[in-house]
């Protein structure tokens, strides 16, 4: 089947990022194992190929509007999903060592065949919830960059993800453009976990009137041990 990719590569384009034929197919691979997943498997409510390309693909790639990402090597996508905004962001960034980590094992053994199909390296895919996987030591305070776009409040987020990052590196969060009350009622809790905001940066997705936002959290210390809560109470019981 033809697609046409123009959108998704002048989108690219518009990062400063430059698409090669085999990303592009890999992205491709990744678009058609998504939409035949999800024929049996709730993975996603958006399937049309051009909505896809915005709303997942260049969504997910938007991160280096907030990101140098020359200074990151090993990075962590927690509540991965159907894999965003991890797999978009292996396929554009192949050196890079990526951990996508979620809590239904289905979504990880998809996530599995996407990595075998695509013949991605360096990356492995992981089940667990955020907070029993960061007792392991080594995935706590050891990432150069966290991720996340999972649907969250912030303060809850930013306990499941700034325990995984280490100090002087980053957490960032993919928001819809209304974040600023959140932002506001997050930062205590941030503290409280050792990072600080040091930018929003607020966007619209090429080719389409979607207003997004990267929320950037850098680690200044270390998160105390109690943090993550046991598992649930973040969410149930943000930091306030």
Known sequence: MEYNVKPLIDGCKNFGITL????????????????????????TGITDFQDVLIKHFLDSLSIV???????????????????????????????????????????????????????LKKIIAVHGRAEEIVKKKEYREAFDLCVSRAVANLSSLSEYCLPYVRIGAYFVSYKSANIDMELEN????????????????????PNSDIERCLILIEKMKATPAKYPRKAGLPSKEPLQ
């Open 65 to 119: 509007k907030a990101m140098d990402m020359k200074n990151v090597n090993k990075i962590l996508d927690i509540g991965t999903g159907a894999g965003f905004p991890g797999i978009p962001l292996k396929i554009v960034f192949p050196e890079k060592e990526f951990v996508l980590l979620d809590s239904l094992n289905k979504r990880i053994k998809f996530i599995q065949e996407i990595i075998d199909k695509c013949r």
């Open 186 to 205: 997050s930062k205590n809790a941030i503290k409280i976990l050792g990072g600080e905001i040091r930018n929003k940066v607020s966007f619209i997705l």
């Open 20 to 43: 090669s034929d085999e990303q592009v197919e890999q992205l491709i691979i990744y678009y058609e194992n998504l939409i035949e997943k999800n024929k049996v498997m709730n993975l």
